[in-house]
């Protein structure tokens, strides 16, 4: 058996009841935060059904490299288009638009159909990129 001198130098840590430590405020944190989501009970009201929350309120215009002009992923001509858009306009007048063109298409195309949206008046539009990368 070994007999330490009194003013032996330790040249180690024991870190076991620091360790000890931070497992049982894990332990702790992981319970409260897990007690503090469930929150209060609530009889929530219900919402009506009504049809204008189950359609996407934005519409989006996408010109191919070929020309071709889809509506929301359906291709359409431009008197098709300028039909779809009026009547969307006139149930909503701050008719949201994104427009997307594939960077081949001719430059034309965009604009006929940003010409479009200045006679519909259409006020709320949006133009798709890709953010470059370095």
Do not use: C, H, W
């Not at 007690?35 to 010109?63: C, D, E, H, R, Y």
């Not at 070929?66 to 969307?88: C, H, K, T, W």
């Amino acid at each position: 058996m070994q007999v330490q001198e009194e003013n032996a130098v330790y040249d180690q840590i024991n870190i076991t009841p620091m360790l000890d430590l931070a497992y049982v405020l894990l332990v702790m944190f992981i319970i409260m935060t897990t007690a503090s989501v469930q929150g209060i009970k609530v009889n929530l009201p219900k919402a009506s059904a009504a049809p204008s929350l189950a359609k996407p309120q934005t519409k989006a215009i996408t010109v191919r490299e070929d020309g071709q002009i889809f509506l929301d992923a359906y291709p359409v001509s431009m008197q098709q288009l300028e039909d779809n858009l009026r009547q969307a306009k006139a149930a909503n007048p701050e008719l949201p638009v994104v427009i997307k063109g594939d960077a081949k298409v001719q430059y034309e195309k965009v604009i006929d159909v940003l010409d479009l949206m200045g006679r519909l008046e259409i006020t709320q539009l949006g133009l798709v990129t890709q953010r470059l990368t370095k």
